[in-house]
């Protein structure tokens, strides 16, 4: 009976290679329609430039990094990976409403660590994240997924640094996890 | 004849609104086979979880074999497709720092925002995590210019540095997929017969 209860509280997951077979003919059909693949971070970089480009116009406009995606017609913000983004968004309250996991605000974490150290994680996380995926022309996204699904060199470079970087750190970070 | 909008067959109105409608099928994809915890996603370095392989891998596969055979039967031009250019040495140390976020963080962008519409405070923070590091890149990026652009070898596909078709590439991306699909299988039994800190 105990078993039984604990099973009833498995989170309703699609199986994973229905998803993925999903997603390899979302990421063809964007390919057919658009001639590129699928982004993520792009958005965040849209963000950031039009945030130093209100704040400090003159900055952003002479700036090397900056002055690359300000253009005089339109805001960064009109961008396909922003709409592409609030389309993630989006999608992602459909599905957790449909499969019932939307809830209050919460934080996920290890029970061996506190929600503390889950955020204070997370932020540095995001950063490294953040920082890493300019370098890399992409995230796990846009890079690894969509680049090497198109045989790019470079995509499937940053999906083995990525993912055997993870790998060989993960034992460290082992208490965040397990 | 794809790409339908290299090629101009579909007036430039409709990109954001196409650009709104794949979003959407992503963002319901990742949530609804898990990635909106990063728990689940974290799993994937620990041996408890391996649906990040599972979609990721299926993924790939699939849309590269679905171009070649656009390609075969002639509905898509794939000189047109954007390969993503390479550099070597601002590629390697990017993925590097985005491996060891990935292992803090639990999450990468596009599965954040899937969590942060579920409800998670920590993908809200990693999200800020992200805005700030883009924002010290770009300010630093006077002092990383020479890293960012250097090492530079043009849009080249896996198939021109090892000189073989792409055909041989799909077929053998296929084959390393069906032997992770299988060993990650057998890790995963195990692991999760031992394991009491997560819940399945």
């Known amino acids: 009976m105990d078993t039984k209860s604990i099973d009833k509280k498995i989170p309703k997951y699609i199986n994973p290679y229905f998803g993925g077979v999903l997603l390899g003919i979302l990421l063809l059909v964007t390919f057919y329609i658009t001639g590129r693949g699928l982004g993520a971070s792009g958005a965040v970089k849209s963000a950031v430039v039009t945030t130093v480009e209100k704040v400090a116009p003159q900055h952003a406009e002479t700036h090397d990094f900056y002055s690359k995606f300000i253009s005089a017609d339109h805001s960064p913000m009109f961008n396909w990976l922003v709409f592409e983004s609030i389309g993630i968004f989006i999608g992602g309250i459909l599905s957790g409403v449909l499969f019932g996991r939307i809830k209050k605000l919460r934080i996920e974490h290890s029970p061996k660590i506190t929600g503390k150290t889950r955020l204070i994680a997370a932020g540095i996380g995001g950063i490294l994240f953040g920082f890493g995926s300019q370098l890399g022309r992409g995230c796990s996204s846009g890079a690894a997924l969509s680049g090497t699904a198109s045989m790019s060199f470079g995509g499937l470079l940053v999906m083995i640094f990525l993912f055997g970087t993870g790998y060989v750190l993960a034992y460290f970070f082992r208490k965040l996890w397990i | ?194 394991i009491t800190e997560y819940k399945f």
């Open chain 2, 1 to 194: 004849m794809g790409p339908l909008i290299p090629l101009g067959q579909i007036a430039t109105g409709w990109d954001f609104v196409i650009a709104l409608l794949i979003g959407i099928a992503f963002g319901f994809i990742l949530e609804s086979t898990g990635f909106s915890s990063s728990r689940n996603i974290a799993g994937v370095f620990y041996g408890y979880n391996f649906v990040v392989l599972r979609v990721f891998f299926t993924a790939v596969i699939v849309a590269m074999i679905g171009l070649q055979y656009f390609d075969y039967m002639g509905w898509i031009d794939l000189n047109l497709i954007y390969i993503l250019p390479t550099y070597v040495n601002s590629m390697i140390i990017g993925s590097v720092l985005m491996g060891l976020g990935f292992v803090l963080g639990g999450f990468c962008p596009g599965t954040s925002y899937t969590a942060i519409a579920i409800g998670k405070l920590d993908a809200i923070v990693f999200t800020a995590g992200l805005f700030l590091g883009i924002f010290m890149f770009s300010e630093l990026f006077p002092l990383l210019e020479n890293l960012y652009y250097g090492e530079s070898l043009g849009n080249v596909t896996i198939s021109e540095i090892l000189g073989v078709s792409n055909g041989l590439i799909t077929f053998l991306f296929v084959i390393v997929a069906l032997i992770a699909f299988y060993v990650t299988w057998l890790i995963e039994k195990r692991v999760r017969n031992r």
